[in-house]
C-alpha cells in the first residue's frame, strides 16, 4: 500500500473515531422540529483547544439543544466543533458549555466573538428547513480566577493607565471589555522609530508577563483578566537601546496578581492619579495589573518583582508636587501633574522623562543634566543641611501651585524660595505655594533650602549651620555662642537663623537657655 494512503487513511480513523463516545450533554433531537448546522474554534482562556475530550454543549436557557466532540477536519488537521443545534417554532439565544472527559472540569463562562475577534452572539432562527449557522466563531471557556481592574473614562487630558497582565501570556481578545467602545493600547519600545506601538494600527500582540502597557477607554469599564495566577520568578530583561531621549527606559509591568516590589530597590516612574503625566513614584509598592518605567544602564539587565516587601525602602526624602491652579495643600497624590523628589543619604537619581512634550515640568538639575529623583548625601548622623536648586518650565500661562511632602524626615527647616519674585516660603508653616507663571519666565526659578536634626547619637541636637553659613536654631529661650576660650561671642534671643559673620573658622560651644534648661552643643565653622 501506497505509504501516503495509509497515513490519509490513519488520519481519517483517528478524526472519526469519536462518534461511539459518550456524551456528557445528552440531546434528544425528535423533541425538535429542525436543526441548524454550527462549526466553531474552541479555546479556553485563549489557547486553541485540540482534544476530543473536549465536548461542547448548546443551551436555550437549561435545554440541551446540541452536543459534540472537538473533531479533527482534512490532511492539515484543523479542529473545530460541528455539531447541529436543534430548535422548535422559537428564535432564541444560543449559550454554551464546556466539559472536558479526561478531568471533568465543566465551564460555563463563554466569550463568544466571530473569526476577527469582534464580540458576537449565536441566534438560533426558524426557517422552517435545515439551515447552516453562516459566520465563523470562536468559543474562548474562561477558566480560573477573574482579576479586575477598574478604568475611568478618558478625558480630554487623562484617564490613560499603565497596565500589566497578573495572568501571563494574554490575548487582549480575551481581556473582558478591553477591546470594547472606543480604547488606546499600546507598547513602549524605545528602540523603534515612533516609541509607541499602536495596538488596532501596527497589529495585534499578546499581553505578556513583566511588561507594562498603556491603556485608556472612552466608557468607564472594568477590566477582567481570568485564568490562572502567574506563579514566576518574577525576573524580567530589560533593554538598553541607545537612542536620543529614550535610552534605556523600559514599561514593565507587575507579573504577579498581587501587591509587589522591586527587589534591587530602583526608583520607577507611574502614572498620575489623574492619567495625564508620569511621574516618579514615592514608594516601592506596585499594584497587581500596574505598569511602571524603569531605567536599564545595559543591554540584557535584569530586574525582579517579588510580593516581598524589601528591609530597606527609598530612603528618606522630600516630595515636591507641582499642580495646576490653587491648592489645598494637600499631601495626597490627587491634583498632582508633576513631581520631584530629593533623596537624603540614600536612594537613586533617576533622569526626567517626557511623556509628552508640552508638559509642565518641575526637575532638579544637577550636572548639567535635568532629574525627577536626585540624592542628596548626608551621612546620617549628623545634622543634614542643604540647598537644592528646583527648575520650573511651563507650556501654558496660568496659576501653579508647589507643596511640598516630607518622607520620614522630621524636618526643622524647610523654606522654598523663589528667585523670580523673592518670595521666602516656609513650608513647615504654609503648607503650599501658589504662584503666576508665563512660558517666558526662566527655569531655574526655585531653591529649596532644608535642613534636619537627624542624630541617633545625640538627641540634644538643637542646631546647624545651612549652606551659606547661617546657624539654624530649632527652640526657644536665649542662645549664647562661646569660643574655645569659654568667651561669649553672641549672645540674644533665639532666632531661626542666626548670622555667623565676624566669626572666625573653629569650634564652638552652642548654648541655648529656657529657664532652668540648658542645651549645649558643639560646632564647626569652616
Known amino acids: 500500500m501506497n505509504r501516503k494512503v495509509f497515513f490519509f487513511i490513519a488520519a481519517l480513523v483517528i478524526c472519526s473515531s469519536i462518534s461511539a463516545q459518550e456524551q456528557h450533554y445528552p440531546v434528544n433531537p425528535h423533541a425538535f422540529g429542525n436543526n441548524m448546522n454550527f462549526k466553531g474554534r474552541i479555546l479556553i482562556n485563549g489557547i486553541e483547544q485540540q482534544s476530543n475530550d473536549i465536548e461542547i454543549g448548546a443551551f436555550n436557557g437549561n435545554t440541551i439543544t446540541g452536543s459534540k466532540r472537538i473533531e479533527c477536519f482534512g490532511t492539515n488537521q484543523y479542529y473545530r466543533i460541528n455539531m447541529l443545534i436543534y430548535g422548535t417554532n422559537e428564535n432564541y439565544e444560543v449559550s454554551f458549555k464546556l466539559y472536558n472527559h479526561q478531568t471533568g472540569e465543566e465551564l460555563d463562562n463563554c466569550i463568544i466573538t466571530t473569526a476577527e475577534g469582534e464580540p458576537c452572539t449565536v441566534i438560533w432562527e426558524n426557517d422552517g428547513s435545515y439551515g447552516t449557522f453562516k459566520n465563523s466563531i470562536n468559543l474562548n471557556f474562561v477558566s480560573g480566577q477573574a482579576f479586575t481592574k ?285 504662584f503666576e507663571a508665563k512660558t517666558s519666565d526662566y527655569a531655574s526659578r526655585f531653591k529649596l533650602v532644608f535642613a534636619t536634626l537627624d542624630s541617633p547619637t545625640n538627641g540634644n541636637n538643637f542646631a546647624f549651620i545651612d549652606a551659606n553659613g547661617n546657624i539654624i536654631v530649632n527652640g526657644e529661650g536665649t542662645l549664647q555662642v562661646v569660643d574655645v576660650t569659654g568667651r561669649v561671642i553672641l549672645s540674644g534671643d533665639a532666632m531661626n537663623r542666626v548670622s555667623t559673620n565676624g566669626m572666625t573658622a573653629g569650634v564652638y560651644v552652642l548654648r541655648l537657655i529656657n529657664g532652668n534648661d540648658v542645651k549645649t552643643q558643639k560646632i564647626v565653622m569652616r
Request: charged share 20%.
Open 150 to 434: 477598574d478604568i475611568a473614562a478618558y478625558t480630554e487630558n487623562g484617564g490613560y493607565y499603565l497596565i500589566a497582565s497578573p495572568i501571563g501570556e494574554v490575548d487582549p481578545e480575551n481581556v473582558e471589555n478591553m477591546l470594547a467602545n472606543s480604547y488606546d493600547l499600546y507598547w513602549f519600545d524605545q528602540s523603534q522609530e515612533l516609541e509607541w506601538r499602536n495596538y488596532k494600527k501596527d497589529g495585534g500582540f499578546n499581553l505578556v508577563s513583566g511588561k507594562g502597557y498603556l491603556y485608556a477607554n472612552s466608557a468607564d469599564i472594568t477590566l477582567s483578566f481570568t485564568g490562572a495566577p502567574y506563579s514566576g520568578n518574577g525576573e524580567v530583561t530589560l533593554a538598553y537601546g541607545e537612542k536620543a531621549g529614550f535610552t534605556g527606559w523600559n514599561l514593565v509591568g507587575n507579573p504577579f496578581a498581587e501587591t509587589a516590589y522591586i527587589a534591587d530597590g530602583r526608583d520607577f516612574y507611574v502614572m498620575n492619579e489623574e492619567g495625564s503625566e508620569i511621574v516618579p513614584a514615592e514608594s516601592n509598592n506596585i499594584a497587581a495589573m500596574e505598569g511602571v518605567f524603569v531605567l536599564a544602564n545595559a543591554d540584557g539587565e535584569t530586574m525582579t518583582f517579588t510580593t516581598t516587601e524589601p528591609e530597606s525602602g527609598n530612603g528618606k526624602g522630600l516630595a515636591l508636587n507641582l499642580s495646576k491652579g490653587a491648592s489645598t495643600g494637600s499631601a495626597t497624590r490627587d491634583g498632582v501633574i508633576d513631581r520631584a523628589i530629593v533623596r537624603i543619604g540614600e536612594g537613586a537619581m533617576l533622569p526626567k522623562f517626557q511623556f509628552r512634550d508640552n508638559s509642565t515640568k518641575i526637575y532638579i538639575p544637577q550636572d548639567g543634566k535635568d532629574y525627577a529623583i536626585a540624592r542628596v548625601d548626608g551621612d546620617g548622623v549628623c545634622a543634614v543641611s542643604t540647598e537644592v536648586p528646583v527648575h520650573f518650565k511651563t507650556k501654558e500661562n496660568g496659576s501653579y501651585s508647589i507643596n511640598v511632602d516630607a518622607k520620614d524626615m522630621d524636618m526643622s527647616y524647610l523654606h522654598l524660595i523663589d528667585n523670580m519674585t523673592g518670595a521666602d516660603i516656609d513650608l513647615l508653616e504654609s503648607s503650599c505655594y501658589t
